[in-house]
């Protein structure tokens, strides 16, 4: 059936048997402001949009699952195209469709299983959408699998509240897998704790010394990462690694082999070096779905505190105290080491001047000298420096006072 | 081509992998070739082709189990199609569910094989060899069965200790239950967060003499710097015996005035391996022990006498009882985690663990060589191995037929004092279950009065039904018949999930009910 004219299905008697036993009656602990019957039927089937973003693991199941429920006009992001190593798992796809873009052939692919629901892609980043876009939903599912991305769209989210208008406050249902494990939570942007409050609670991802993969390697990993961060750009100059190319991960294997051959360490095989290099999280269709549906079978709930010094949603500036001997090198390197900003490479600078700036290079080269300048020759107490990094999806602003 | 690659492709074997491999990568980091192997080699029957049952089918045929079978007598009905991702819309309606469901799954993987058996389970069960056939399967999953031939069912597969696990799974709306029926269920690789033990307490000869040969004062400071945690603690820990009658650290005082004498020992105040060493100091004072749960198998009545039709289980157990006997421990560990070291430093400490760890695999096949008569192959090298390395968490799970805890007033009345919300929500279910067998009969309309009775006569006398019971069978009233989209799906990841553990024999599955609350968002084991 083409989607053409499955959308001229209508819906079928006893279409939504099962769905409609809980949506015409309520049950014992229902919401008091659920009103079950027709208007709740007619809101989920007709006006309700919802906007998936990722349609990866997680963002198949969320769609098979939005169309069975019965919502009919659903949005889909996804910037990705589709790998073999996604096919045991996202099961709206085929092997026919690798290489295509995910958010196409997902959406087709539920228009022409579930009559009737329109399922709108959009291949390309989230990033690509404006305010007005966002607005449009009433619902925002996320199936990502970046800590990027879901930075970003809570804060566009948070951003976009305006307490004029309560329909500009959209829910966001925020999912992720790793291997038999996962975890999904709601989030209303500025009345719950946001994705930004709970930053800290993130596992620091595994970095090993620069020191440990040049001079003493004593891991596989070590040696592959030895060959992925020090010998490609060695070898290759600019050109850019591609962690997808089995040429690029086969030249990665036998370089790394090589030094685990001179240094006789063991265990460095074609998949652990895909997986280093790559950041490979095991994942399989059952946690997928568990998530999707919410959560496993040993599962807790917690709630999580909304930080008042949340750079996101507190909204006011986050206080900081350094040492009046602070250089602006240091503080930077303060910033890098907090597991609850996690930025990578921040610029800084106040309302009326630049103190450091990593890019463009003239401005870089133009503010370097500062680094060695100790930020209280910079900044008065209590004045406010203003962060910015490419990881962050928004400008944090620091209260500066002087230990005494 | 640069001179690394110039000398090493000669001793490059491994080439880039096949589409198989690449297909299945993501969960071959979790269950390697050999849980693969398992799950291809697998059989599985789902007795009905309803939207629960699919969503279960569609996890398993993804990662590639062997064949499935699904058994439903009943056309596609439109609720069905309304509801059920496998299948067609209305162009299904009319259609075996069975049959439709088969060839939507089987779209999403060529390596499966499945089968639509249009039979009702009475029949099967009524056929002369229906139980052989039954007994064929690697695992039986039964989703919605009504309460006689699901009875029926689960008495036939308990009858031999051979015949296929059983799994039950009852959905009413927002609240489901599943449970896995077995006699036993036995784990070797049950991928245990905590690591072997480094045994610093007790440090083999090799690593002591090691320990000891070094001349720490005179030693170069960058080697010093780099000497690995283990060699420090195995050497203070040595000293420490000497003056203090052979013991290790007591008591709280002794604790920090060992951790002194490690920190003493360096050279710079920036020594990290020493700081490693302080860190970790407890491994020098905690006693390596046997787990209970591993000494408790020793005890163990089909450990101790042997029998003819026996699984290697028991007679690897039976080895490793033997090994501790002799030796005090488990077999060493041959994985040395990361430490601050240099790599010649590191490597030479591995190769003592190795060479070590070799030894006591010989030492322990000679106590198989003799739990088994002499000959070892049957159980083979891999499954040594394996055991060797997860000695300690190792798993054995003793199961109860389908419906014994309905049975167990004991286990019952306990239940209303321990786990009462989990208890709510089976009541509700095995009410329903119960009512529904009987209404066929009488007539009788679905009631919240009519399950409570029905529920209030499964526990005994005098015993209150849990405060929980009366919102879960209001939600049961509301939603009997219902399998939603989200709670199959639910239901699909879970039951797949404790199935490929039962497969693979790796991870370690429930033991009892697995219990989902979707109104409140919970799951509980009961």
Same mark, same amino acid.
């Given at each position: ?404 | ?117 249009? @039979?009702? =389970? $009475? %029949?099967?069960?009524? /056929?002369?060899? +229906? ?8 695992? &039986? ?93 195995? @050497?203070? =820990? $040595? %000293?420490?015996?000497? /003056?203090?009658? +052979? ?8 604790? &920090? ?270």
């Amino acid at each position: 059936m083409s989607s053409e004219s499955s959308t001229l299905v209508h819906d079928w008697p006893g279409r939504y048997h099962h769905i409609d036993q809980v949506l015409n009656t309520p049950g014992p602990r229902t919401d008091p402001g659920f009103l079950a019957g027709d208007g709740v039927k007619d809101f989920l089937r007709n006006k309700a949009k919802i906007l998936v973003i990722g349609a990866g693991g997680l963002g198949c199941e969320i769609l098979a699952n939005l169309a069975l429920t019965g919502f009919k006009d659903i949005h889909v992001i996804d910037m990705d195209t589709i790998d073999i190593s996604n096919l045991n798992r996202q099961f709206l796809f085929r092997q026919k469709d690798v290489g295509k873009p995910k958010a196409t052939v997902a959406a087709q692919f539920i228009m022409n299983r579930v009559p009737g629901v329109k399922v709108t892609p959009y291949f390309g980043k989230i990033q690509d959408k404006d305010d007005d876009y966002y607005l449009q939903f009433d619902l925002v599912i996320c199936g990502l699998d970046s800590v990027e991305a879901r930075r970003w769209m809570n804060a566009t989210l948070v951003n976009l509240v305006d307490p004029e208008k309560p329909d500009s406050l959209k829910p966001m249902i925020d999912g992720g897998t790793e291997g038999f494990k996962g975890q999904a939570r709601v989030i209303l942007p500025t009345i719950t704790s946001c994705y930004e409050c709970s930053l800290d609670m993130l596992n620091k991802p595994t970095a090993f010394p620069i020191c440990t993969i040049a001079n003493t390697p004593r891991l596989p990993e070590h040696c592959i990462e030895w060959a992925s961060v020090l010998e490609w750009p060695r070898v290759h100059g600019d050109k850019k690694m591609d962690t997808d190319d089995p040429d690029h991960i086969g030249w990665l294997y036998k370089v790394a082999a090589a030094r685990a051959a001179e240094f006789k360490i063991e265990g460095v095989t074609w998949s652990l070096t895909q997986g280093v290099v790559k950041n490979i999280i095991p994942a399989i269709a059952s946690t997928n779905a568990i998530i999707a549906g919410t959560d496993g079978v040993y599962s807790y709930t917690f709630e999580h505190e909304k930080r008042d010094d949340c750079p996101v949603c507190g909204g006011e500036a986050v206080d900081m105290t350094i040492n009046s001997d602070t250089t602006v090198e240091q503080l930077i390197e303060i910033l890098i080491e907090k597991q609850d900003i996690q930025i990578k490479k921040p610029s800084l600078s106040t309302s009326t001047k630049q103190i450091y700036l990593q890019a463009p290079p003239q401005l870089e080269q133009a503010t370097r000298p500062n680094l060695e300048k100790k930020v209280s020759e910079l900044v008065p107490p209590g004045g406010e420096i203003t962060v910015t990094a490419s990881t962050l999806p928004f400008s944090l602003s620091l209260r500066i006072s002087y230990e005494a | 081509m640069s001179t690394v690659e110039a000398t090493t492709t000669a001793l490059v074997t491994e080439s880039a992998p096949d589409n198989k491999t690449r297909r299945y990568d993501r969960q071959l980091r979790l269950w390697a070739a050999s849980g693969q192997s398992a799950l291809e080699n697998a059989r599985i029957l789902v007795v009905s082709g309803g939207a629960t049952a699919t969503s279960i089918l569609k996890n398993l045929v993804l990662p590639g189990v062997g064949h499935f079978t699904i058994l439903d007598p009943l056309p596609v009905t439109p609720e069905d199609a309304g509801n059920n991702f496998f299948l067609d819309g209305l162009n299904s309606v009319g259609k075996s569910r069975a049959e439709e469901g088969v060839r939507l799954l089987l779209e999403m993987n060529d390596g499966v094989d499945g089968k639509a058996d249009t @039979r009702s =389970l $009475e %029949e099967v069960l009524d /056929t002369p060899g +229906g139980k052989e056939w039954l007994g064929e399967f690697t695992l &039986v999953i039964a989703v919605n069965l009504e309460k006689g031939p699901l009875e029926r069912l689960a008495a036939v597969l308990w009858e031999e200790e051979s015949f296929p696990p059983l799994v039950v799974v009852r959905p009413a709306g927002f609240l489901a239950e599943f449970y896995i029926q077995y006699h036993e269920h036995t784990v070797i690789e049950s991928h245990p967060e905590t690591a072997q033990s480094l045994q610093i307490d007790r440090p083999f000869p090799a690593l002591l003499d090691y320990a000891m040969s070094l001349d720490f004062e005179n030693m170069d400071v960058t080697d010093h710097g780099h000497v690995p945690y283990v060699v420090i603690l195995v @050497r203070v =820990l $040595e %000293e420490w015996k000497k /003056t203090h009658d +052979g013991l290790p650290p007591q008591n709280a005082a002794e604790k &920090v005035q060992f951790k002194k004498n490690i920190l003493a020992m360096r050279k710079k105040p920036d020594e990290e391996n020493f700081e490693e060493a302080e860190a970790q100091a407890y491994r020098a004072w905690t006693k390596t022990v046997v787990p209970s749960e591993t000494r408790a198998l020793f005890d163990d009545a089909k450990v101790i006498s042997p029998s003819s039709v026996e699984a290697p289980f028991y007679k690897l157990v039976r080895a490793l009882k033997k090994f501790v006997e002799g030796s005090g421990a488990l077999p060493l560990t041959s994985t040395l985690p990361d430490m601050k070291a240099s790599t010649s430093a590191y490597i030479d400490l591995q190769k003592l663990y190795k060479t070590r760890a070799e030894e006591e695999k010989e030492v322990f096949r000679g106590c198989l060589s003799e739990a088994c008569g002499g000959d070892i192959k049957a159980i083979g090298e891999d499954m040594i191995d394996a055991f060797v390395k997860n000695s300690h968490a190792l798993k054995l799970l003793r199961g109860k037929r389908w419906a014994a805890l309905d049975e167990d007033h004991e286990a019952l009345v306990l239940a209303t004092q321990t786990s009462s919300k989990q208890l709510a929500v089976h009541l509700a279910l095995s009410a329903l279950s119960n009512f529904l067998a009987k209404s066929k009969t009488s007539g009788q309309t679905l009631s919240a009065e009519a399950l409570t009775a029905e529920a209030q006569k499964l526990l005994p006398d005098g015993t209150e039904l849990p405060e929980e019971f009366e919102d879960c069978v209001g939600e049961v009233v509301r939603s009997p018949t219902a399998e939603l989209p989200n709670t199959a799906a639910l239901l699909g990841g879970l039951v797949a999930q404790e199935a490929i553990k039962m497969i693979t024999r790796q991870y370690v599955p429930i033991n009892g009910y697995c219990i989902v609350d979707l109104v409140e968002t919970w799951t509980g084991i009961l």
